[in-house]
């Protein structure tokens, strides 16, 4: 009997070993990002109340007062602060299913930042689409409460997986859609672009610039029709003072040496100790899997797929090299959105691969988004 028992519990040992490590399904990635969603909502709701913290979280009210303009096609006394390509997005769902606009606002996030994580799955795995869903503070708030990065990132993941299918054409017009969402995600564009010329295909590439040229004029048009700017989202970035350390005024610098903003910023406005950790763990993170795009394992890939690869070093770049002092350190792990899944795509043998360790990660991550969301004082407060 004992031998039994003994070589039964060897029996199954590897079994519960390898169930707790088995890469997740689609089915279930789609059933964690609903239960992180509901305790997202169910936990502001407890704090703070879901409908306040949505319109008073981020750019939200500058995105719904946008949309709105849209939506109504009047622009009068509007003050244009970022690019509109999410304001776009919240005043058609809005008008096609007759929803309010701030209900949209945060399902046109939601949804896309699902889309997303099940393509991050499908480009690199459904290990590294769980990281990238469930570790990122800024993204969960932007997920469950309103933002444009998961828009942006959903186009431009889109764009990539079209571009792998061979259809040049599409990923050039959703990586188009994406920089009108962020700017930045014009990297997708250039990558696509140099892809295509590093394959010869130059019949593709003027069609792909023709495609982007194209959906440029279209969202400059009203811009410049109402508001005398056609660059005016561009000029919005430079025309505030946003504390540039090369700043002689209102209007700074973009972008300066890598590292530089974040340095500056970290000794110019002082910060909690937890929000430095929390900032320059982060920054740990990105570096660290910057570096291990040099391995032989991610050069391989980067071979296979010059687009990606050469957006993931552009906006990796540009985020490390922000000029923002005021937010270049506070705000970098929201920066970082869009290269994080080739950052742990990069970094697999430093990915504990069970749900074990993953989906308690999760579940407090999602906790702490919501009360850095609140505000930890007020969390403190209501606890008391």
């Known amino acids: 009997m004992i031998y039994s028992e003994t070589v039964t519990d060897a029996t199954f040992e590897p079994e519960r070993i390898n169930l707790s490590n088995r890469e ?71 008008l096609i299913f007759h929803l309010p606009l701030d209900f949209t606002l945060s399902l046109v996030a939601g949804l896309a930042s699902l889309v997303s994580t099940l393509i991050v799955a499908r480009l690199f795995g459904a290990w590294v689409a769980a990281y990238f869903a469930f570790t990122n503070l800024a993204w969960l708030q932007l997920s469950f409460l309103g933002g444009s990065e998961p828009l942006a990132v959903a186009l431009g993941l889109a764009a990539f997986w079209s571009f792998r299918r061979d259809h040049a054409l599409r990923a050039a017009l959703l990586a188009s859609l994406a920089t009108t969402v962020r700017p930045l995600m014009f990297a997708a564009l250039v990558g696509i672009g140099i892809a295509l010329l590093l394959q010869k295909r130059y019949a593709k590439f003027l069609a792909a610039l023709g495609i982007g040229v194209a959906t440029g004029l279209l969202y400059a048009w009203p811009l410049a029709r109402y508001f005398g700017d056609p660059l005016l989202t561009v000029h919005s970035y430079t025309s505030r003072d946003y504390g540039g350390a090369g700043a002689t005024g209102p209007h700074g610098h973009l972008f300066a040496w890598p590292f530089q903003g974040i340095i500056v910023g970290t000794l110019a406005y002082p910060a909690p100790w937890t929000n430095l950790l929390e900032s320059f763990v982060w920054i740990a993170l990105v570096l660290l899997g910057t570096l291990a795009m040099f391995r032989s394992g991610y050069r391989q890939y980067a071979r296979a797929h010059p687009a990606e690869a050469i957006f993931a070093g552009l906006f990796i770049y540009a985020i490390f090299s922000y000029d923002y002092v005021i937010w270049a350190r506070s705000a970098f792990m929201r920066f970082s959105i869009p290269a994080m899944p080739f950052v742990f795509f990069a970094l697999p043998r430093w990915l504990p691969k069970d749900r074990r360790i993953l989906l308690p990660l999760a579940t407090l991550a999602t906790l702490l988004a919501v009360c850095s969301a609140v505000g930890i004082k007020n969390v403190f407060h209501f606890l008391r």
């Not at 169910?42 to 319109?55: K, P, Q």
């Open 24 to 94: 997740p399904t689609l089915r279930e990635l789609l059933v964690w990002v609903g239960l992180s969603c509901v305790l997202f909502d169910v936990a502001a709701s407890v704090l703070n109340g879901w409908h306040t913290l949505v319109f008073n979280y981020g750019d939200n009210l500058a995105y719904l007062q946008e949309a709105q303009a849209i939506r109504h096609w009047d622009f009068h006394g509007l003050g244009v602060q970022h690019f509109m390509g999410y304001p776009y997005a919240i005043a058609a769902v809005s």
